[in-house]
């Protein structure tokens, strides 16, 4: 069965360019979370849905960043005007969860992106 | 105070030695509890959930003692493949999970 998948794995842009990161969670999972890590600031929650509605977005830094997730099967992170200090590794996790199944996230391999 | 409080490390120790580490939370509420274990240049993955009564997994061992809001996981026998970063993580009354920076253990032979 296939985990977590994110694309790109990798994303090289400069300043101010429009960065898309795209999540097809696990079937069958019902909540999807995005996530950002940084060496200084470690493992954040930026937003999660719970059945495609988005649920808590207190962690979004800032109005540059927004999140879709318009099915079951597909979510997208959009930053846009992109900075040099949105560089960090972003994960997405599902999970079973929501309607009350196990609270284990998986986690897709992450995409590493740098904004020169 | 972070929600979530690990000792970084790095613990370096021997192929075969027995090592614990520790985790504190700050929300009295919190309802589940689990170490995630996050190798170099990858995703974080369910190593253990952690239970009151404590449990075991072959070599590795989790107590929660909700009364300090402390969680430990103990690793008997390293192994050099042990090595990673290992990340307390809390989950209050929503299913927000709340991770620790992780502490990085080194195995060397």
């Known amino acids: 069965d296939a985990g977590v998948i994110q694309s790109p794995r990798h994303e090289v842009t400069e300043m101010g360019q429009e960065v898309t990161l795209r999540c097809k969670p696990i079937?069958?999972?019902?909540?999807l979370f995005w996530y950002r890590q940084t060496m200084m600031r470690g493992l954040e929650l930026l937003i999660y849905?719970?059945?495609?509605?988005?649920?808590?977005d207190s962690g979004m830094p800032e109005d540059r960043f927004s999140a879709k997730m318009p099915n079951a099967s597909f979510s997208t992170l959009k930053i846009q005007p992109s900075e040099p200090r949105d560089s960090a590794v972003y994960f997405c996790?599902?999970?079973?969860?929501?309607?009350?199944?196990?609270?284990?996230?998986?986690f897709g391999p992450g995409t590493r992106l740098t904004v020169l | 105070r972070k929600e979530v409080e690990q000792d970084p490390g790095p613990f370096n120790v021997p192929e075969g030695a027995t090592v614990a580490f520790n985790c504190t939370y700050s929300?009295?509420?919190?309802?589940?509890f689990f170490w995630y274990r996050q190798d170099c240049r990858k995703e974080p993955k369910l190593l253990m959930s952690?239970?009151?009564s404590g449990n075991e997994d072959g070599r590795f061992t989790a107590q929660l003692n909700r009364a300090s809001q402390y969680i430990s996981l103990l690793i008997r026998d390293s192994k050099l493949s042990d090595s990673a970063t290992y990340l307390c993580?809390?989950?209050?009354?929503?299913?927000?999970?709340?991770f620790g920076t992780g502490t990085r253990l080194q195995v060397f032979p």
């Open positions: 996790a599902s999970s079973p969860r929501s309607g009350g199944g196990s609270d284990t996230q998986y």
């Open positions: 079937s069958g999972h019902n909540s």
């Open positions: 849905f719970n059945n495609n509605v988005p649920i808590d």
């Open positions: 929300n009295s509420a919190s309802q589940s």
């Open positions: 952690v239970y009151s």
């Open positions: 993580v809390v989950r209050g009354n929503t299913d927000k999970l709340i």
